[in-house]
Nanobody, 122 residues
Framework: QVQLVESGGGLVQPGGSLRLSCAASGSIFIINAMGWYRQAPGKERELVAS???????NYADYAKDRFTISRDDAKKTVVLQMNSLKPEDTAVYYC????????????????WGQGTQVTVSS
């Protein structure tokens, strides 16, 4: 089984920064894609950024100049560095791993974290 645990959310003032981390547990050998999504109240969950095994990253337009995604395969972690935060970035942020290979792991499954709240407010 795969379990993802996020950390790093919280309350920050506009213009501030937060660093979100997501770590996986389980007997995992390969993680093809790691990503961060967010869901604001009353809105659908949306992709913030994703990163492939080769390190290539994809960002939502609003994240391109402010957020950076990175991964550490040895630690099975993905990090989202968020700078210049705006009130509209307020949401619950979720990590997701796909294409996961390991003992007792379904490689076709989508594995989600429990979510971490990010609130940007003065």
């Amino acid at each position: 089984q795969v379990q993802l645990v996020e950390s790093g959310g919280g309350l920050v003032q506009p213009g501030g920064s937060l660093r979100l981390s997501c770590a996986a547990s389980g007997s995992i050998f390969i993680i093809n894609a790691m990503g961060w999504y967010r869901q604001a109240p009353g809105k659908e969950r949306e992709l913030v950024a994703s990163i492939a095994r080769d390190g290539s990253a994809n960002y939502a337009d609003y994240a391109k100049d402010r957020f950076t995604i990175s991964r550490d395969d040895a630690k099975k972690t993905v990090v989202l560095q968020m700078n210049s935060l705006k009130p509209e970035d307020t949401a619950v942020y979720y990590c997701k791993y796909t294409g996961v290979y390991g003992i007792g792991v379904n490689p076709r499954g989508d594995y989600w974290g429990q979510g971490t709240q990010v609130t940007v407010s003065s």
